[in-house]
């Protein structure tokens, strides 16, 4: 029983430490699709812009494929940090978008909403 018990203990130990990430995976959320080096351009600017304006943590990556914030490391565990690629799929370019929280149950901004915000920014401008 006691064997059990130390199995749940860090279960849930593992649990609480893993990052809460939301992958852009299904195709309501497959990311903005860009046309031309130009327009993928504009949009990667847009994108790493939305990224500066809205994010509680600081940039620590920012490339031609890859833009990612911080995660936070103690104190407001429910900020989203962000992961957003510039990838090649089925010949065209997509930027995605991944979000998530340090262990809590609720994100805020609600990633989903986040997600909607970021791809109409990307591909609007607004």
Known sequence: MKAFAMLGIIGLTMLASAPMVFAADTS???????AGEADCRVKWQRAGQWVRSQSEWPVKTATETLIETQRQRFRNYSRLYYRITRVEQEGNTVIRFDAGCLPSVHCNPDPEVARAEFNRFVRDGE
């Open 28 to 34: 309501a959320n497959a990311g903005s699709t860009c």
